[in-house]
């Protein structure tokens, strides 16, 4: 790999050397800037990075093990040839960084955002930037606080410069310092107040734990969501608190968990977690939403998903699915399970001489009929048009009939809608499931519906009993 060179490469070079800050140790003036960028961004990586002749050196980082990496991979070595903000929303799809090692590496960056750093002459000395391991794009208000915070590092940056030049007024230059870590310190306080402020009033709980999972802060919606006061939270086991499991492994995306209220009462939970060092300890932000109501939705959409729109009866899904269980319960029990196919006979005349609305009044009315007229284990289900399915587990044999003619019985008798009487009737095919059988759902319905066609060719109003399948 390459890397493009500024024009005015050998004075800013000079200008890096005079500065003195590679290879020094580290600041907390400095530190707290990238640990700011870190939270105000959410992104797991920050740095002051320092472009020097092959390599770039990072003064200060929150998330990253490497002090330097050579120039040619270096991000920043475009930032400081831009001379202008750089940001890149996808590092996969820019050919300036594609085949970055860096990029390319499991878990490596997709998303960097950097601010060129510079010294009162205008020679570019590095960048302010952030980093993620998932494409993003930065918004107005994130690139805004980046900028702000760039521009306290080119404050100290410049100071610094001062300070060399007036080497001869060491006192001075001593409380000019001061004067400028003191304005830093009201700087980046005012900053973490309007986090904490975020924070605080977050709808969502957020929760900061050092590295062995003791809480180090608990706001209020915590409080509200688990019932803990921030007071009894404060340096107890997180697991001990809400998340008797631990903290989910994979922290690249949102977790899907339970947690556990004060009271026992658990919950459905989305846990966002994201690690980070402070002084060369881990430390861990969670935040955490209560997805109760998301998965209630969930439920009511499955719900819908297998019932008729029309009947509100079951429909043909949830036929697929109950059916192979209750064959399975009978060879489980050695029970007997009947499946009856009926079809409505003069359901067509009805539909061509009163509309269709009076149609489907006909059959909302007929699926309240049949659910009334079996047994509340059984199993009613609308198979399409006027098709329905009847499951009966555990019926004796010699059951069946009578209970197929209660069902004609019921069907036939007339329906008064909108002042008109209507007639239909039904025909019903039997297939039994035994024990020894071996056939798929699919053939015993098949059964079924053959043999309620038998009866339709028979006369109508008719049952007929499915011949059994071979062992």
Same mark, same amino acid.
């Given at each position: 790999?390459?890397?493009?060179?500024?024009?005015?490469?050998?004075?800013?070079?000079?200008?890096?050397?005079?500065?003195?800050?590679?290879?020094t140790?580290?600041?907390?003036?400095f530190?707290?800037?990238?640990?700011? &960028?870190?939270?105000?961004?959410n992104?797991?990586?920050?740095?002051?990075?320092?472009?020097?002749?092959?390599?770039?050196?990072?003064?200060?980082?929150?998330?990253?093990?490497?002090?330097? =990496?050579p120039?040619?991979?270096?991000?920043?070595?475009?930032?400081?040839?831009?001379?202008?903000?750089?940001?890149?929303?996808?590092?996969?799809l820019?050919?300036?960084?594609?085949?970055?090692?860096?990029?390319?590496?499991?878990?490596?960056?997709? $998303?960097?955002?950097?601010?060129?750093?510079?010294?009162?002459?205008?020679?570019?000395?590095?960048?302010?930037?952030?980093?993620?391991?998932?494409?993003?794009?930065? /918004?107005?208000?994130? %690139?805004?606080?980046?900028?702000?915070?760039a521009d306290? &590092?080119?404050?100290?940056?410049q100071?610094?410069?001062?300070?060399?030049?007036?080497?001869?007024s060491?006192?001075?230059s001593q409380?000019?310092?001061?004067?400028?870590?003191?304005?830093?310190?009201?700087?980046?306080?005012?900053?973490?107040?309007?986090? /904490?402020? &975020?924070?605080?009033?977050?709808? @969502?709980?957020?929760?900061? #734990?050092?590295? /062995?999972?003791?809480?180090?802060?608990? /706001?209020?919606?915590?409080?509200?969501?688990?019932?803990?006061? *921030?007071?009894?939270?404060?340096t107890?086991?997180?697991?001990?608190?809400?998340?008797?499991?631990?903290?989910?492994?994979?922290?690249?995306?949102p977790?899907?968990?339970?947690?556990?209220?004060?009271?026992?009462?658990?919950?459905?939970?989305?846990?966002?977690?994201?690690?980070?060092?402070?002084?060369g300890?881990?430390?861990?932000?969670?935040?955490?939403?209560? #997805?109760?109501? !998301?998965?209630?939705?969930?439920?009511?959409?499955?719900?819908?998903?297998?019932?008729?729109?029309?009947?509100?009866?079951?429909?043909?899904?949830?036929?697929?699915?109950?059916?192979?269980?209750?064959?399975?319960?009978?060879?489980? =029990?050695?029970?007997?399970?009947? &499946?009856?196919?009926?079809?409505?006979?003069? $359901?067509?005349?009805?539909?061509? %001489?009163?509309?269709?609305?009076?149609? @489907?009044?006909?059959? *909302?009315?007929?699926?309240?009929?049949?659910?009334?007229?079996?047994?509340?284990?059984? $199993?009613?289900?609308?198979?399409?048009? @006027?098709? $329905?399915v009847?499951?009966?587990?555990?019926?004796?044999?010699?059951? #069946?009939?009578?209970?197929?003619?209660?069902?004609?019985?019921?069907?036939?008798?007339?329906?008064?809608?909108?002042?008109?009487?209507?007639?239909?009737?039904?025909?019903?095919?039997?297939?039994?499931?035994?024990?020894?059988?071996?056939?798929?759902?699919?053939?015993?319905?098949?059964?079924?519906?053959?043999?309620?066609?038998?009866?339709?060719?028979?006369?109508?109003?008719q049952? !007929?009993?499915?011949?059994?399948?071979?062992?």
């Amino acid at each position: 790999m390459s890397f493009p060179i500024p024009f005015d490469e050998d004075a800013r070079l000079a200008a890096l050397n005079e500065l003195a800050l590679l290879d020094t140790a580290n600041e907390p003036v400095f530190d707290r800037i990238t640990r700011l &960028v870190s939270l105000l961004l959410n992104v797991p990586m920050a740095a002051v990075s320092l472009v020097d002749a092959n390599r770039q050196w990072f003064k200060s980082k929150v998330g990253m093990d490497v002090i330097e =990496t050579p120039r040619d991979e270096a991000f920043c070595a475009y930032t400081v040839v831009q001379a202008a903000p750089l940001i890149v929303n996808d590092a996969l799809l820019d050919e300036r960084f594609a085949d970055n090692p860096y990029v390319t590496m499991p878990g490596g960056v997709r $998303f960097y955002a950097g601010l060129p750093l510079k010294n009162s002459q205008g020679y570019v000395l590095g960048s302010l930037c952030a980093m993620d391991i998932k494409p993003r794009i930065l /918004n107005i208000a994130e %690139q805004a606080a980046m900028e702000d915070l760039a521009d306290i &590092v080119v404050g100290e940056i410049q100071l610094r410069e001062r300070l060399i030049d007036e080497q001869k007024s060491k006192a001075a230059s001593q409380r000019a310092l001061n004067a400028l870590h003191l304005s830093l310190e009201q700087q980046i306080e005012q900053r973490i107040r309007e986090l /904490n402020l &975020v924070i605080e009033t977050a709808y @969502d709980a957020y929760i900061s #734990i050092d590295e /062995n999972g003791r809480v180090l802060d608990w /706001n209020r919606a915590a409080e509200t969501m688990f019932g803990w006061s *921030r007071k009894e939270a404060l340096t107890r086991s997180i697991t001990t608190l809400m998340l008797p499991k631990g903290l989910p492994s994979d922290v690249s995306l949102p977790a899907m968990g339970e947690a556990k209220r004060r009271d026992g009462v658990r919950l459905p939970v989305e846990i966002r977690l994201k690690s980070y060092e402070v002084n060369g300890r881990t430390r861990r932000s969670m935040f955490i939403h209560d #997805i109760t109501e !998301r998965k209630q939705l969930e439920r009511l959409r499955d719900q819908e998903a297998r019932e008729d729109v029309l009947t509100r009866l079951p429909n043909r899904r949830a036929l697929d699915e109950r059916l192979p269980e209750a064959m399975a319960r009978v060879r489980r =029990t050695h029970k007997p399970l009947a &499946v009856l196919f009926l079809d409505l006979d003069g $359901f067509k005349d009805i539909n061509d %001489q009163h509309g269709h609305a009076m149609g @489907d009044e006909l059959l *909302r009315d007929i699926a309240q009929r049949l659910q009334m007229a079996v047994r509340e284990t059984d $199993f009613v289900a609308r198979w399409a048009g @006027d098709e $329905f399915v009847v499951l009966l587990e555990g019926i004796a044999c010699d059951a #069946i009939g009578p209970l197929a003619d209660k069902l004609i019985h019921t069907v036939e008798q007339p329906i008064v809608l909108s002042g008109a009487v209507l007639n239909v009737n039904t025909s019903i095919g039997v297939a039994l499931c035994m024990p020894e059988a071996a056939e798929t759902p699919q053939e015993l319905l098949k059964r079924a519906d053959v043999a309620m066609y038998e009866a339709k060719r028979t006369g109508k109003g008719q049952v !007929r009993l499915a011949p059994p399948v071979d062992s």
